[in-house]
């Protein structure tokens, strides 16, 4: 369906692509993962040939319609309904289709009202959401979907990956969302080092296929270099002796024509810490019968009694406009309640992360100087570590803030929120803007802070790796939920999805002892399977170890054997070493093949154990 060949695309000294291709076939689901600005979103540039690349080509098939998610927000039609309705083939009165189109906007988050609303009124997130409607509607051959994840509240997500996963199209996707994307896709494709590599299976699978490989590499270019570094001192020691000049000419002709392996270049990703400031006290912050709504708005929150505990993981989730910046704005004192009050502990520290925070940001100023500004104990060389943390480094971090594009601004703004010091965060949507490498450090990061963190996140992953307790709007309600999320999603579930009985809504076993027996069956299956290849794959490594211990030594003993002059003794450790170096390879093959067999085991009955849960 999709076949790119050999391309090349660069902007200014930044290459993204060379020679780069890849084939995508029909009905494939493709998650397309990568480091922020190593050239997903070009990629899907090209394909919409909204760009061209430098060289190569980019083919579809003939006659295959490609649907993307526009961010291009002009209409036509009076109400959002008319606008979505615009791809519909309208056969009769059109009922039909009009129902359908009122079925996905619902689920896209959007209430009756906004329905009978001209789409020029809608926010611009609702806008975007109007286009993705269209964009679905439409039931293009090929659907191109970048950060779908940034327009979407958790429970319009949730309706989304319901529909991905029944959708029999082929889909190209790009999220931070790891969990979203594997849920949906049938294939992984990695923008990686200005290549492109497919797999089939997760994200996860499609990582470790690659970090595999490149340990592999980097060990074979040490043990090529380790070689080579002892044939050169073989060579310098005797070039110049008569009695051994030839040989020594020889192997340096040898050395020279041997092919060596380039070390690959660090990748850099987002790595960082929260500065902490110690909080004697049990609690943080409380809210005592909060009220709240904007002038002549509906009542956003009511009677909201909040205790947030010094170590607290509080998730702040529902559908969007219903509250949830708003209760963070309020705790960090932008906001003042319309009824109740809110009390800090004395100690207390708080920092704020989100989108009314970005306003502290100036124009003209460096990256540099907003990090500074926010912490002046710091020292420039601490300032400039916090720069590159957030993937600023060296001149980059003397960029203005004019100039930066909005995920560098949200990441001038982490940078400030991580240089003040503080015993609460609030953070609010963090991860937008990350990649799936960054939004897996800000996961580890929330975990080790010491202080107490509440959060609003539209990603499911997130509030399970995390949070403890939930702050819950829904059915324009908000209610403190005392549990995590899936414990949430087991008592209570959505109040949307448990009215349309979605299949995402949380159900009861039928027969949970058959589930059970099946379960343990497969576990026992995988085992027998798994075992021997684990057993072959620690032999290996141990078997390698020693290896490498042994090449050691000889390495030592034919430096003392050259330095002695005993061209016995040298011709009978340089055969001995090459037969250890073949060895070491050999039993590297033997681990990599083992390790692909153990993960494709794994990976099946990763597949069927969720298969039998799904199905009982």
Same mark, same amino acid.
């Given at each position: 369906?999709?076949?790119?060949?050999?391309?090349?695309?660069?902007?200014?000294?930044?290459?993204?692509?060379?020679?780069?291709?890849?084939?995508?076939?029909?009905?494939?689901?493709?998650?397309?993962?990568?480091?922020?600005?190593?050239?997903?979103?070009?990629?899907?540039?090209?394909?919409?040939?909204?760009?061209?690349?430098?060289?190569?080509?980019?083919?579809?098939?003939?006659?295959?319609?490609?649907?993307?998610?526009?961010?291009?927000?002009?209409?036509?039609?009076?109400?959002?309904?008319?606008?979505?309705?615009?791809?519909?083939?309208?056969?009769?009165?059109?009922?039909?289709?009009?129902?359908?189109?009122?079925?996905?906007?619902?689920?896209?988050?959007?209430?009756?009202?906004?329905?009978?609303?001209?789409?020029?009124?809608?926010?611009?997130?609702?806008?975007?959401?109007?286009?993705?409607?269209?964009?679905?509607?439409?039931?293009?051959?090929?659907?191109?979907?970048?950060?779908?994840?940034?327009?979407?509240?958790?429970?319009?997500?949730?309706?989304?990956?319901?529909?991905?996963?029944?959708?029999?199209?082929?889909?190209?996707?790009?999220?931070?969302?790891?969990?979203?994307?594997?849920?949906?896709?049938?294939?992984?494709?990695?923008?990686?080092?200005?290549?492109?590599?497919?797999?089939?299976?997760?994200?996860?699978?499609?990582?470790?296929?690659?970090?595999?490989?490149?340990?592999?590499?980097?060990?074979?270019?040490?043990?090529?270099?380790?070689?080579?570094?002892?044939?050169?001192?073989?060579?310098?020691?005797?070039?110049?002796?008569?009695?051994?000049?030839?040989?020594?000419?020889?192997?340096?002709?040898?050395?020279?024509?041997?092919?060596?392996?380039?070390?690959?270049?660090?990748?850099?990703?987002?790595?960082?810490?929260?500065?902490?400031?110690?909080?004697?006290?049990?609690?943080?912050?409380?809210?005592?019968?909060?009220?709240?709504?904007?002038?002549?708005?509906?009542?956003?929150?009511?009677?909201?009694?909040?205790?947030?505990?010094?170590?607290?993981?509080?998730?702040?989730?529902?559908?969007?406009?219903?509250?949830?910046?708003?209760?963070?704005?309020?705790?960090?004192?932008?906001?003042?309640?319309?009824?109740?009050?809110?009390?800090?502990?004395?100690?207390?520290?708080?920092?704020?992360?989100?989108?009314?925070?970005?306003?502290?940001?100036?124009?003209?100023?460096?990256?540099?100087?907003?990090?500074?500004?926010?912490?002046?104990?710091?020292?420039?060389?601490?300032?400039?570590?916090?720069?590159?943390?957030?993937?600023? %480094?060296?001149? !980059? @971090?003397? =960029? +203005?803030? &004019?100039?930066?594009?909005?995920?560098?601004?949200? #990441?001038?703004? /982490?940078?400030?929120?991580?240089?003040?010091?503080?015993?609460?965060?609030?953070?609010?949507?963090?991860?937008?803007?990350?990649?799936?490498?960054?939004?897996?450090?800000?996961?580890?990061?929330?975990?080790?802070?010491?202080?107490?963190?509440?959060?609003?996140?539209?990603?499911?992953?997130?509030?399970?790796?995390?949070?403890?307790?939930?702050?819950?709007?829904?059915?324009?309600?908000?209610?403190?939920?005392?549990?995590?999320?899936?414990?949430?999603?087991?008592?209570?579930?959505?109040?949307?999805?448990?009215?349309? %009985?979605?299949? !995402? @809504?949380? =159900? +009861?076993? &039928?027969?949970?002892?058959?589930?059970?027996?099946? #379960?343990?069956? /497969?576990?026992?299956?995988?085992?027998?399977?798994?075992?021997?290849?684990?057993?072959?794959?620690?032999?290996?490594?141990?078997?390698?170890?020693?290896?490498?211990?042994?090449?050691?030594?000889?390495?030592?003993?034919?430096?003392?054997?050259?330095?002695?002059?005993?061209?016995?003794?040298?011709?009978?450790?340089?055969?001995?070493?090459?037969?250890?170096?073949?060895?070491?390879?050999?039993?590297?093959?033997?681990?990599?093949?083992?390790?692909?067999?153990?993960?494709?085991?794994?990976?099946?009955?990763?597949?069927?154990?969720?298969?039998?849960?799904?199905?009982?």
């Amino acid at each position: 369906m999709l076949q790119i060949q050999s391309i090349r695309k660069a902007f200014g000294r930044q290459i993204l692509f060379d020679d780069a291709g890849c084939l995508i076939e029909a009905g494939e689901k493709v998650g397309l993962v990568g480091a922020n600005g190593h050239g997903k979103s070009t990629l899907l540039k090209m394909i919409l040939h909204e760009i061209e690349p430098d060289e190569g080509l980019i083919t579809v098939h003939r006659g295959i319609r490609i649907g993307h998610l526009s961010q291009h927000l002009e209409f036509t039609e009076k109400t959002t309904l008319q606008e979505a309705c615009l791809v519909l083939t309208i056969e009769e009165e059109g009922f039909l289709e009009t129902y359908r189109a009122e079925a996905m906007l619902m689920g896209l988050g959007f209430t009756r009202d906004q329905l009978d609303q001209p789409p020029a009124e809608l926010s611009g997130g609702f806008q975007v959401r109007l286009n993705l409607a269209k964009a679905l509607l439409d039931d293009p051959d090929l659907l191109l979907l970048d950060e779908p994840n940034n327009y979407l509240d958790i429970v319009s997500l949730r309706w989304l990956r319901g529909f991905l996963r029944k959708w029999q199209r082929t889909l190209l996707l790009v999220t931070h969302d790891r969990e979203f994307m594997d849920s949906v896709t049938t294939h992984t494709l990695a923008v990686h080092r200005q290549k492109l590599r497919k797999f089939t299976g997760t994200t996860e699978k499609a990582w470790d296929q690659i970090y595999l490989e490149e340990e592999m590499h980097e060990k074979t270019r040490m043990n090529s270099e380790r070689k080579i570094a002892q044939e050169m001192r073989f060579v310098e020691r005797f070039r110049a002796k008569a009695r051994r000049a030839s040989q020594a000419q020889s192997r340096l002709k040898q050395i020279a024509k041997r092919e060596r392996l380039e070390k690959l270049d660090e990748i850099s990703t987002l790595s960082f810490s929260f500065n902490h400031t110690p909080n004697p006290g049990k609690w943080s912050i409380e809210t005592r019968s909060l009220d709240f709504n904007y002038k002549d708005g509906p009542t956003l929150i009511s009677g909201l009694e909040l205790h947030v505990g010094a170590r607290d993981r509080i998730g702040v989730i529902g559908p969007n406009g219903k509250g949830k910046s708003t209760l963070l704005r309020i705790l960090a004192g932008e906001l003042n309640p319309v009824e109740g009050e809110v009390r800090s502990h004395p100690s207390t520290q708080q920092n704020l992360f989100g989108q009314s925070a970005m306003r502290v940001l100036q124009d003209s100023r460096s990256i540099e100087d907003e990090v500074s500004n926010a912490n002046t104990m710091l020292t420039r060389t601490q300032v400039r570590d916090i720069c590159g943390a957030m993937m600023f %480094g060296g001149d !980059l @971090a003397l =960029k +203005k803030i &004019e100039i930066l594009s909005g995920g560098e601004k949200a #990441r001038t703004l /982490l940078g400030r929120v991580l240089a003040t010091p503080a015993n609460l965060l609030l953070l609010d949507e963090p991860t937008n803007h990350l990649d799936m490498a960054a939004t897996e450090a800000l996961i580890d990061a929330i975990n080790v802070f010491p202080g107490s963190v509440m959060m609003v996140t539209h990603l499911e992953s997130v509030l399970r790796e995390t949070c403890n307790r939930l702050v819950i709007f829904d059915a324009d309600k908000v209610r403190i939920f005392e549990g995590g999320y899936d414990d949430f999603l087991r008592r209570f579930g959505w109040s949307s999805e448990l009215a349309e %009985g979605t299949p !995402l @809504a949380p =159900k +009861k076993s &039928e027969n949970r002892k058959e589930q059970r027996r099946e #379960r343990a069956q /497969l576990i026992e299956e995988r085992s027998k399977l798994l075992k021997p290849l684990r057993k072959k794959m620690e032999s290996n490594e141990t078997f390698i170890v020693a290896l490498e211990e042994k090449a050691k030594q000889t390495e030592s003993q034919l430096i003392t054997a050259s330095e002695q002059g005993d061209g016995d003794e040298i011709s009978r450790l340089s055969l001995l070493m090459k037969n250890i170096q073949e060895s070491i390879a050999s039993a590297f093959q033997k681990l990599e093949e083992a390790t692909l067999e153990h993960d494709r085991i794994q990976q099946e009955f990763e597949e069927r154990l969720g298969s039998a849960e799904g199905s009982n």
